[in-house]
């Protein structure tokens, strides 16, 4: 659904002017970075890509086109707070973000909570209740199935975990200077604990059911929770839309000294130009067109993607809130969220923008 509005705005922007023509190319996402890694390295990256997470290793590396000589300040100060640090550094701006997302959701299957006399709408908010729910659901699942299905290998979990993190100890694992580390805290020890209950209780799999970004495993009922980015409510309404009002939303479960931060970051997905462009004030307009322009151009990308992401500019979370389809979505809720501040084989020709589309992945 994504990638079918990715074409779509590009060739509403090729017919709505005829001054710049965008090429659009779909990359896969296991080939997305040797592919973009060798185009920078012989100066023949697109004009415009899509990038994902934090941009400073790219604008300390040169890599990335400053928006402000091609774009209106009143489109850059249209981007929502929550959105600056991802997109602005020392009040320029090198990204123009096309949404936020929460990166760890909890999800949960109404019907296998009711079979163990579970309430099936409301969800566990401390991780002793999910501990407490998952010891009545435990005896009513059938071999390959369990209660809870969290992000399984290491790298995952890093960057999945860095709300969890904040919200056990208030920072993450390195001191503020990246000179010591800084685990040995009751904190991290309460978060390394309840990962370890789900394990020793067998709770969770051995083994991961399916990759973290993905909801095969919660759309085949493997399992009564499901934690992943809030994405994963999009391909439940694409590929098992049995379960779209089936299915339970909510926050991660907060640790019992929360300091008040929420347990989930917000993921993003920005547009960049590339700072060896030629067509520099091409690539400006069609980014001032596409994504910071009329807010009917966006509409669309929210409600196909099933109301799992947020945009970065009020007028359109406006725009999308007043759509028919908005009030009649299932699922409908509202978590707390919090900002991370984390430390084409050919030249495009003259008029000419290339842009791929994003590439089918979700980042940390």
């Not at 909570?113 to 409301?122: N, R």
């Not at 969770?204 to 759309?219: I, R, S």
Request: charge should be negative; hydrophobic fraction near 40%.
């Amino acid at each position: 659904m994504e990638n079918e509005w990715y074409k779509s705005i590009i060739d509403q922007f090729n017919k709505a002017q005829t001054a710049v023509k965008v090429v659009g190319t779909e990359v896969p996402a296991d080939a997305w970075d040797q592919k973009m890694k060798a185009a920078q390295a012989a100066g023949k990256a697109p004009d415009v890509y899509t990038h994902p997470g934090a941009i400073q290793d790219a604008v300390t590396a040169g890599q990335l086109f400053k928006l402000n000589d091609v774009m209106k300040q009143s489109a850059l100060d249209e981007i929502i707070e929550a959105a600056r640090p991802v997109s602005e550094i020392d009040g320029n701006f090198y990204a123009y973000p096309l949404l936020l997302e929460p990166q760890a959701v909890l999800f949960w299957n109404k019907d296998m909570l009711s079979a163990a006399g579970l309430d099936p709408e409301k969800g566990p908010e401390t991780w002793d209740e999910l501990f407490a729910m998952c010891e009545k659901i435990k005896p009513t699942l059938q071999q390959g199935q369990y209660c809870i299905s969290p992000a399984g290998d290491a790298i995952t979990f890093a960057w999945s975990s860095v709300g969890q993190q904040y919200n056990f100890n208030g920072h993450l694992a390195l001191n503020d200077t990246w000179t010591a580390a800084a685990v040995e805290e009751p904190g991290y020890k309460e978060l390394i604990g309840v990962y370890k209950t789900l394990w020793d209780k067998e709770y969770m799999p051995k083994q991961a059911l399916a990759a973290y970004v993905e909801g095969k495993d919660f759309g085949q009922k493997k399992c009564a929770f499901k934690v992943s980015g809030s994405w994963m409510m999009s391909e439940i309404g694409s590929d098992y839309p049995d379960l779209l009002k089936k299915t339970g939303i909510g926050p991660m479960p907060n640790s019992a000294s929360a300091d008040g931060r929420t347990a989930t970051t917000l993921g993003n997905f920005k547009w960049v130009i590339d700072a060896k462009t030629k067509n520099g004030q091409a690539a400006g307009d069609f980014l001032s067109w596409a994504i910071a322009g009329d807010p009917a151009n966006l509409v669309p990308f929210f409600v196909e993607t099933q109301f799992t992401k947020v945009s970065v500019r009020k007028s359109v979370q406006d725009a999308v809130a007043a759509d028919q389809k908005a009030a009649d979505a299932p699922g409908r809720t509202s978590s707390p969220t919090r900002s991370p501040r984390l430390p084409s084989p050919s030249p495009p020709t003259p008029g000419t923008c290339r842009s791929p589309s994003a590439p089918r992945s979700r980042p940390a």
